[in-house]
DNA sequence: TTGGTGTTTATCAATTATGTTAATTAACAT
DNA sequence: ATGTTAATTAACATAATTGATAAACACCAA
């Protein structure tokens, strides 16, 4: 499966870190990044590719910038995949609620 | 954050496999998976305990066997993330389908 | 006890991921 | 031209992941 690979690319903390940036202020320059915990420029560069190449984020160039933002499918399609399971963890909190209420 | 950690767990195209047929089968002991593209024992082991680790499985001992299940918190903390940017994603979509019929 | 099933742990090799420094490209200002 | 800013790619070192084989452990059955 293709969610696979796009969690593998959300599994990094720096790059969990970057998406959560994104979602939450818009399109950023990658360079808007660079006070984040001590991440060099070159490693930033990668972690933005692994992001690309995954279809989490996309790239605009503006003059020497590159503008990045988030696919709004790529959440979307996580977004799928957990509802689609919905029905099973929301029986599965009835029956964890059941059980914590059992000794009343 | 603890996804980024969820979603290392996930991102391996093997341990996603394990999930998603435990949350269509229900609880499943470890040598029920033995029959997926040739992974050995070892391995197979290895990989529950890297779902264990990450809080995404439930072991349950029943004589020699290991019976696991998804614990149902660990998709509702997926469900969660991504429903709390869902107008992100649904705006998004949208001008994305506007921008496509735009040339109407 | 002996043997078989189910699963895990130990050890080691191979691959992949990540980070660093140095060099490179591109756009711009002087 | 020269230097500066923004970002990337190259080359390399190190750490982490994955897998394979062998050994071990727990349980059951004869």
Do not use: C
């Amino acid at each position: 499966m293709q969610l696979a690979n796009t969690f593998s690319a959300l599994g990094n903390a720096t790059r969990f870190a970057i998406v959560e940036r994104l979602l939450q202020q818009g399109e950023l320059p990658a360079g808007a990044f660079l006070d984040m915990n001590g991440v060099s420029p070159p490693a930033m560069s990668r972690h933005f590719k692994v992001l690309r190449e995954a279809g989490i984020v996309n790239q605009r160039i503006d003059k020497q910038r590159r503008i990045y933002s988030v696919r709004p499918q790529a959440v979307q399609q996580i977004s799928d995949w957990s509802i689609s399971y919905r029905k099973f963890w929301e029986n599965g909190l009835d029956r964890l609620a059941m059980a914590l209420s059992e000794d009343v």
